[in-house]
C-alpha cells in the first residue's frame, strides 16, 4: 500500500528530516492509513497511537535518534516510533510469536533503549539516562513521552520530584489526550483539562503558526509568542504542577498539529535544564470510528478495517466477576469494586455506573489502590480490588505492609493471572502464585470455571477473614465447566499410574493429557487444587501413594511455585514419588498466543504428557 508514497521514503529517523512541512503532513495521514490496515490484521493498541502520531513524527523530526534516547510510557503508543526506525515491514508480525513486540524492546535494536509495559516509569528511566549521560561526559538528549494517564501514576511524581531538582537536561513529552483507557480520573487531569480551556492558554492558531513559520525568522517568533504566552499563563494561573516541581513548562498547544509539534520541541530542545512540553491531542484521530470511541479502539483484537466493526466479545473470566460482584452488592452495602484504571478490562463497567459510589477507580496506582482497600477493609467495608496479575506486582509492599501484617480483609480478584498472549513478558501472570504464596495469613483460591468464579468470590467474602486472593486467567472457560469448589481439593479423574496435579486453567490440559496417555495406555488420577494455601493434602497424599509418581502442573513461573511447595511437603510426611513439574520456568515469556506458548514451553497436553512418559521412564 506504501509503493509511491511519502511513506515508502521514509525507513529510518534521518528521511523524516529531509521532508518538507507539507510532506510531513502527508506523511502523517499516510502512517494512520497504514496503522489501521496493520492494526486491523493483527490486533494492537490502535486509538493511542493514532492520537501520537505528529508528536512521534515531530520527535524523529527534531531529535537525533538513536544517539538521542526516546522512552514511551507504557510503550502501547510506541508503534509510529517503530514505523520511522526501521521496523515498518515487519508490521505484519506486530505481537505475533517471534514477531514485534507491541512494546519498546532493546532487543529489537538501538532505537528502544529500555523495556517498557507498566505505566508511569518512564521519567525515571529517561532520569537515570540523563544521569548516566552526565556522567560519562556526552551530549545527547533523553525524551520521554508520557500520557495523562500515566500521569495519575504516584511514581511519575516522586521521579519528577527528583528531575525537578536535579538540573539535568531531561525533556518530559506530555501527551494529554483527556484519556487514560477509558476516562481520566483525578484531581490533576481535572486542573489539567481545565487549564486547557482557558481561552488564553490556547496555542496559536493552526494558520498564524504556518504562516509565521513560512517567515524568514518565523519559527524565532513562534518560539517568542509562546515564551510570552508562558508568563502570561504564570502571571494569572500560578504556577502548573510541573514548574512547582522544578521544570519549565512549554504549552499547551495543539499535539495533532505537526508544525506546532515541531515548533516546541525544538524550543524545549534548545533549553539547558529539566522541560515539560505539554501536547494536547485526540485519542484516536483521523480514524472515525476509533475517534468516536476512543476506549474502545485502545486495544483491539483484528477487525474489518473498512467499517471498524469490532469482533463480538465473549464471555471472559472478568465478566463473570463483575457480574457476580454486581449481584452481591445488591444484598450488601458493604461490598465495593476497586479498581487501578482497569475499569473495562476488569469487567466493573457495570458496576460503575449501577454502584457508582461503591466503585472507586483511583488511576494508575496499583499501590495507593492496595493500601486505599486496606483503609476500607480497617472500617468494616468488604473491598475487593480488581486488578491484572502483573500490575498487582506494583502494589506488592502494601500488600505485605498495609493489608496482611494487620490481616485486614481485602479481597484480590486477581485477573490475567497465567499467560495473557500478545502483551507479551511485562504483561504474562507468571508471578503471582509465587508473591501471593509468600504472604502469611494470605488465601490463594484458584478456580477452573465461571462457576467456579462465582463461588470462589462468595467464599471469599464471606467464609474467609483476612486477604484473599482469587486467581483466574485472561479470556473465557473451556472444556471444564463444572463448580467442585467446596473442598480445597478435588479428585477429578482416577487412575493407577501417575497424579496429575494442577489448578485453574490448567485443568483444562490436565484432562486432555489424561486422555493422550489413556490412548498410550497410562492411567493418569487427576487431582484439582482449588485453594492453593490449603496445607492439609488427605487427596493428594493419598493418590501419591497409590500411583507413586506426580506431576504438577501450573500456568506460573519456576521459584515459589505451588510444586515446589509440595515436593517439600511430600518430602516431610517422608513420602517420595517420582516428581516433576512442568511450569513456566525461570525465564520472561514472551508474546505469542497462548495456546502457541503453552506448546512452546511444553504445557499443552502433549508437552504434559511427554513429561509423564518420561518419569515413567525413571523406573
Ligand atoms: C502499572 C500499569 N497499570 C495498568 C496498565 C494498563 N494500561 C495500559 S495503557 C493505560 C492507559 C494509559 O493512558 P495514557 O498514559 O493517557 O495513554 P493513552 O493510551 O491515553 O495515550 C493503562 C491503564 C499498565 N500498562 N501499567
Known amino acids: 500500500m506504501t509503493e509511491g508514497t511519502v511513506l515508502s521514503r521514509v525507513r529510518f529517523p534521518q528521511d523524516v528530516k529531509t521532508l518538507s512541512e507539507e510532506e510531513l503532513v502527508t506523511l502523517c495521514a499516510e502512517i494512520r492509513e497504514f496503522l489501521v490496515q496493520s492494526v486491523s490484521q493483527t490486533g494492537g493498541h490502535l486509538a493511542s497511537n493514532l492520537g501520537a502520531v505528529e508528536i512521534t513524527v515531530g520527535l524523529h523530526r527534531v531529535f537525533d535518534c538513536p544517539v538521542d534516547n526516546i522512552i514511551f510510557d507504557v510503550g502501547h503508543q510506541s508503534y509510529v516510533h517503530k514505523m520511522l526506525t526501521g521496523r515498518r515491514e515487519r508490521f505484519s508480525t506486530l505481537r505475533q510469536l517471534d514477531g514485534l513486540s507491541g512494546f519498546q524492546r532493546p532487543d529489537e535494536g538501538p532505537y528502544d533503549p529500555f523495556i517498557t509495559g507498566h505505566a508511569s516509569n518512564s521519567v525515571s528511566a529517561a532520569l537515570g539516562m540523563a544521569r548516566a549521560r552526565t556522567l560519562e561526559g556526552r551530549h545527547n538528549e533523553v525524551v520521554c513521552v508520557i500520557g495523562d494517564g500515566a500521569l495519575t501514576g504516584g511514581m511519575a511524581y516522586e521521579a519528577l520530584n527528583d528531575a525537578g531538582q536535579s538540573g539535568e537536561k531531561l525533556i518530559v513529552v506530555f501527551n494529554d489526550n483527556e484519556m487514560s483507557i477509558g476516562k481520566n480520573v483525578g484531581a490533576i487531569a481535572k486542573r489539567l483539562s481545565r487549564m486547557r480551556s482557558k481561552p488564553l492558554y490556547l496555542t496559536l492558531k493552526t494558520r498564524t503558526k504556518s504562516f509565521l513559520s513560512h517567515l524568514p525568522g518565523g519559527r524565532g517568533m513562534i518560539r517568542f509568542v509562546s515564551r510570552v504566552k508562558a508568563m502570561l499563563r504564570t502571571a494569572i494561573l500560578k504556577e502548573t504542577i510541573f514548574e512547582l516541581l522544578g521544570f519549565r513548562y512549554l504549552g499547551p498547544v495543539d499535539g495533532n498539529d505537526i508544525a506546532s ?359
Open 261 to 619: 509539534v515541531c515548533a516546541l520541541l525544538e524550543e524545549a530542545r534548545s533549553y539547558r535544564g529539566p522541560v515539560v512540553v505539554h501536547f494536547k491531542t485526540v485519542k484516536g484521530r483521523g480514524y472515525h470510528p476509533s475517534e468516536t470511541a476512543p476506549r474502545e479502539y485502545h486495544g483491539v483484537s483484528p477487525f474489518d478495517p473498512v467499517t471498524g466493526k469490532l469482533a463480538p466479545a465473549q464471555k471472559t473470566f472478568s465478566d463473570v466477576l463483575g457480574s457476580e460482584l454486581l449481584r452481591l452488592a445488591q444484598d450488601d452495602e458493604r461490598i465495593c469494586a476497586v479498581t487501578a484504571a482497569m475499569e473495562e478490562g476488569t469487567g466493573l463497567r457495570e458496576f460503575s455506573t449501577r454502584w457508582p459510589s461503591r466503585f472507586f477507580d483511583v488511576g494508575i496506582a496499583e499501590g495507593h489502590a492496595v493500601a486505599m482497600a486496606s483503609g476500607m477493609a480497617s472500617q468494616g467495608m468488604k473491598p475487593v480490588f480488581a486488578v491484572y496479575s502483573s500490575f498487582l506486582q506494583r502494589g506488592y509492599d502494601q500488600l505485605i505492609h498495609d493489608v496482611a501484617i494487620a490481616g485486614n480483609h481485602v479481597v484480590f480478584a486477581v485477573d490475567r493471572a497465567g499467560l495473557v498472549g500478545a502483551d507479551g513478558e511485562t504483561h504474562q501472570g507468571a508471578f503471582d502464585v509465587p508473591y501471593l504464596l509468600s504472604v502469611p495469613g494470605m488465601r490463594l483460591l484458584a478456580p477452573s470455571s465461571f462457576a467456579e468464579l462465582e463461588s470462589a468470590l462468595r467464599k471469599a467474602l464471606y467464609l474467609e477473614h483476612g486477604p484473599v486472593a482469587i486467581r483466574f486467567p485472561r479470556g473465557g472457560e473451556k472444556g471444564y465447566t463444572e463448580d467442585r469448589f467446596d473442598a480445597p481439593e478435588v479428585l477429578l479423574r482416577e487412575g493407577g499410574d501417575v497424579t496429575l496435579a494442577g489448578y485453574g486453567i490448567m485443568v483444562n490440559e490436565l484432562l486432555a493429557a489424561a486422555e493422550l496417555l489413556a490412548a498410550q495406555g497410562v492411567s493418569a488420577e487427576i487431582v484439582k487444587l482449588n485453594d492453593l494455601t490449603e496445607e492439609e493434602h488427605a487427596e493428594l497424599f493419598a493418590s501419591c501413594a497409590k500411583t507413586g509418581r506426580l506431576v504438577v502442573v501450573e500456568d506460573c513461573c519456576a521459584g515459589g511455585c505451588l510444586g515446589e511447595r509440595l515436593s517439600a511437603a511430600l518430602l516431610r510426611i517422608g513420602l517420595v514419588p517420582a516428581f516433576r513439574t512442568v511450569n513456566l520456568g525461570q525465564r520472561f515469556i514472551p508474546h505469542g498466543k497462548v495456546e502457541e506458548l503453552y506448546r512452546r514451553y511444553g504445557l499443552d497436553p502433549q508437552g504434559i504428557a511427554d513429561r509423564v512418559l518420561e518419569i515413567m521412564k525413571d523406573d
